[in-house]
Each structure stands twice: as structure tokens, then as C-alpha cells.
């Protein structure tokens, strides 16, 4: 059974300083999404990965794959306070059926 | 364009009772796919509808069930509630379906709680 796991789940930085959020998997994949949750709201795409080594970079966001290491990360550069959220990210295996299994989250707070 | 549109966003039901979840999804998108979230839980993975037809489905009893009608329009039904099926119910769409290049696009959700 594919697992996926976020760390940290909750995060609480300055703004202006930057930080990582890792998403790692047990099985081979290579295909990774990101998502972002605001309360109260519901799931918006931010990153399609589909490759080994894929980059994607959105504003102060920046999302990476390693497929051999199964590890994927979301960096943030210089937080402003819009970017407090829940960030999900999830995981398609490349065996068997083509479930979304999604991680844990990481609850993302910016301070002023 | 409209977006994923899922109805009704609130629902208060009993214990044993059943009910009906509706999902319209983008124009042109076949695959529908529902997932529920809870605060225990996280998000997981219910079914996958793709042209009218039950694609992929997660580890939910028998109770969970859905289906998909040819306007690509989709309705989740859950009989025999149990008060742990309180959940926020998200519906996504997509062109082609998960795992593909095309992200999925999530409604606002149907919050569901069971007394």
C-alpha cells in the first residue's frame, strides 16, 4: 500500500525567511502534485511533477522530484503572510490502479 | 469557465439514515473522482468515475457508493450513516483522470455531519 508522508505538519515562520516542506513515498512513482488548502476552502493545484528531477516554480513557491530518493519538496522563498495554508502533496504509483494518495498535509503559518 | 460545482454544501443527518451527494464538474472534464477529509483521517481516496464508468475505488464498506451519468455529472450515496462518516465530501474533475498531466480541479465540498 502506497504511504505518504509530510514533514513537518506544522509549520510557524516569519515572514521573509524561507523554508522546505518534504512529502516522501514508499513506492515508485513519478508522477507528484501539490495542492494547497486555505481553511474553510478547498483544494487548488499548484504543481503537476511528472519526471525525475522536474522543477516547477510558482512565485515565492517552488517544487521539486526525486523519484530514486521517492522524495519531493516544496520551498518556500521569502513568506509572505498569503502564503499561510495547508499544503497537500500526493502520489500516483506507477504499479496497479491510479488511486491519488494524498499525505498528511502541512499546516503552513506565517507570522508578521 | 464554471467551475467544480458540488451540492448541497451543508448536510445534517441521523444516524442509519442515507444520503446523496451531487457533483457537476467542469465542462468537457470525464473524470470525476470523491474523496472525504477529515481531521483524522486526512484526505482519502473514495471512487474514480470516467465516462459513466466506476474506474478505481479506495478502501470504503460497501456503503460508499456512486455513479456517474452521461452529462459526466456525479452523485456519491452513503447508506446506513455511522456518525464517523461526518466528513467534508470533495469531488474533483479532470480531463483525463488522476495521475495524469492534468490536475484535478476540486469543488467547495459537501460538509457532512452525522448526529
Known amino acids: 500500500e502506497l504511504k505518504v508522508e509530510q514533514n513537518p505538519l506544522f509549520l510557524s515562520m516569519q515572514e521573509g525567511k524561507n523554508y522546505t516542506i518534504y512529502c516522501n513515498y514508499s513506492?515508485?512513482?513519478?508522477?507528484l502534485y501539490w495542492y494547497r488548502q486555505d481553511p474553510g476552502k478547498s483544494l487548488e493545484s499548484l504543481f503537476v511533477?511528472?519526471?525525475?528531477?522536474a522543477v516547477k516554480q510558482e512565485g515565492r513557491l517552488m517544487a521539486s522530484l526525486d523519484t530514486k530518493a521517492r522524495l519531493s519538496t516544496l520551498h518556500i522563498t521569502a513568506a509572505v503572510h498569503d502564503l499561510s495554508a495547508t499544503y497537500f502533496c500526493?502520489?500516483?504509483?506507477?504499479?496497479?490502479?491510479?488511486?491519488?494518495?494524498f499525505g498528511t498535509g502541512t499546516r503552513l503559518t506565517i507570522i508578521p | 469557465k464554471a467551475g467544480v460545482t458540488q451540492t448541497p454544501r451543508y448536510l445534517i443527518k441521523t444516524r442509519g439514515q442515507q444520503v446523496t451527494l451531487s457533483c457537476s464538474p467542469i465542462?468537457?472534464?470525464?473524470?470525476v473522482s470523491w474523496y472525504q477529509q477529515t481531521p483524522g483521517q486526512g484526505l482519502q481516496f473514495l471512487f474514480e468515475?470516467?465516462?459513466?464508468?466506476?474506474?478505481n475505488k479506495g478502501n470504503f464498506p460497501g456503503r460508499f457508493s456512486g455513479r456517474q451519468f452521461s452529462n459526466s455529472r456525479s452523485e456519491m450515496n452513503v447508506s446506513t450513516l455511522e456518525l464517523g462518516d461526518s466528513a467534508l465530501y470533495l469531488c474533483?474533475?479532470?480531463?483525463?483522470?488522476?495521475?495524469?498531466?492534468?490536475?484535478?480541479?476540486f469543488g467547495n465540498g459537501t460538509r457532512l455531519t452525522v448526529t
Open positions: 500526493a502520489v500516483v504509483s506507477n504499479f496497479g490502479n491510479e488511486k491519488l494518495t
Open positions: 474533483a474533475s479532470s480531463l483525463d483522470g488522476p495521475g495524469t498531466i492534468s490536475p484535478l480541479h
Open positions: 513506492t515508485t512513482s513519478d508522477r
Open positions: 511533477l511528472l519526471s525525475n528531477g
Open positions: 468515475y470516467f465516462s459513466e464508468t466506476q474506474r
Open positions: 465542462s468537457g472534464h470525464r473524470s
